[in-house]
């Protein structure tokens, strides 16, 4: 059975941090091009930051560059997303997602993630 579980959000304030993490079971993680989003109400579901499956190569939207950092343990299963210096607007339900072309996308069910004073 394929899992994709979040954890790590909650509530911050502006300038904070966090680490959310992903824990992956059922399918071969490394061989998984693994992303994250994150999606406010009545939004499109936006992607955050990328990261092949050695973890050679990372991408940024733009709005998260110099503060989000992708990363991914092979071993563990896992792919994290360190953000740092949050702002109000980065407010949202932060999913992990993992692609393969040999199975196509697989989902977290999400973690929320609110940044307020």
């Known amino acids: 059975q394929v899992q994709l579980v979040e954890s790590g959000g909650g509530l911050v304030q502006p300038g904070g941090s966090l680490r959310l993490s992903c824990a992956a079971s059922g399918f071969t993680f490394s061989r998984s091009y693994m992303k994250w989003y994150r999606q406010v109400p009545r939004k499109e579901r936006e992607l955050v930051a990328g990261?092949?499956?050695?973890?050679?190569?990372?991408n940024y939207a733009d709005s998260v560059k110099g503060r989000f950092t992708i990363s991914r343990d092979n071993a563990k299963n896992t792919v994290y997303l360190q953000m740092n210096s949050l702002k109000p607007e980065d407010t949202a339900v932060y999913y992990c997602?993992?692609?393969?072309?040999?199975?196509?996308?697989?989902w977290g069910q999400g973690t929320q993630v609110t940044v307020s004073s």
């Open positions: 990261i092949t499956t050695t973890g050679s190569s990372t």
């Open positions: 997602n993992a692609y393969s072309i040999l199975w196509g996308d697989y």
